[in-house]
């Protein structure tokens, strides 16, 4: 009885931030650079039963406690998971890395090794896959890169290799969502392989950080996007609009 009601409440609440607009599809809420045409009969609204998604919920500290961005973090990734749920996706169907381990439906740590396994083996036989990556963004003259755990850096180059091992053998497409600051310089090394299909959408602009006031992760590219997921609306409606 206790564990129907928290999932009444979890779906309730929800749908009260998209009603109050704090979750909404505006175009003005959503970023321009990266933009790519999906063609809308490619990921429809309707999640087919071999579609996966990865979640990565990072932080560049030793540990979340110490990270003052964290609650951002865990929210944005603590609602994709309740969006999933409430579509119907099955815990099997997504892999869940966050620095804090005790969230609900949290698989493993977040780490280079982890990504790169859940994107070459554990998405191997999917139909489709989602690859959301949340955190923290940097950028060293040039080149951008992210911080998939203490001390550990993640290039662009690397995420792009292992997807397009993953793309070698995988007819559907895959869609990266990278919601950190200056994800939009990671665009033009995301190209997949020959005949392939690859959806990449960002938070930024190129060379932009992400809003610092983003409301405790309520209202954020994660959530806008997730939230119109969650109201039936397909990949290209939930970007563009």
């Known amino acids: 009885m206790k564990k129907r009601f928290k999932k009444a409440f979890i779906f309730t609440f ?3 931030l998209i009603t109050l607009g704090m979750i909404n599809c505006a175009r003005q809420d959503l970023p321009q650079q990266g933009k790519k045409e999906v063609n809308q009969n490619s990921t429809g609204s309707k999640w087919s039963s071999n579609s996966k998604v990865i979640i990565v919920a990072s932080t560049n500290f030793s540990s979340y406690t110490g990270d003052a ?3 951002q973090t865990e929210y944005m990734s ?3 998971y309740q969006v999933l749920k409430a579509r119907g996706v099955s815990d ?3 892999y869940y890395m966050s ?6 439906g949290v698989d493993c740590l977040p780490s280079n090794a982890n990504l790169e396994y859940a994107i070459k083996t554990w998405a191997a036989n999917a139909s489709e896959l ?3 990556i949340i955190g923290k963004g940097f950028k060293a003259g040039s080149t951008p890169y992210f911080i998939t755990k203490y001390q550990t850096v993640l290039y662009p180059g690397n995420l792009d290799s292992w997807i397009d091992q993953l793309q070698q053998n995988m007819s559907g497409p895959v869609i990266t ?3 950190f600051d200056y994800s939009g310089n990671w665009i033009s090394s995301l190209a997949p392989p020959s005949g392939k299909t690859r959806y990449n959408m960002t938070s930024t602009q ?4 992400n809003d610092d006031n983003y409301k405790q992760g309520a209202i954020s590219f994660s959530t806008l996007f997730w939230g119109c997921i969650l109201r039936d609306m397909n990949v290209k409606d939930s970007y563009h609009n």
């Open 14 to 16: 929800i749908l009260t």
């Open 69 to 71: 961005n964290w609650s």
């Open 78 to 80: 603590t609602f994709i």
């Open 92 to 94: 099997s169907n997504i």
């Open 99 to 104: 620095a804090k381990t005790s969230l609900p």
């Open 130 to 132: 989602v690859i959301h």
């Open 177 to 179: 969502l990278l919601d």
């Open 206 to 209: 190129l060379n932009y950080t």
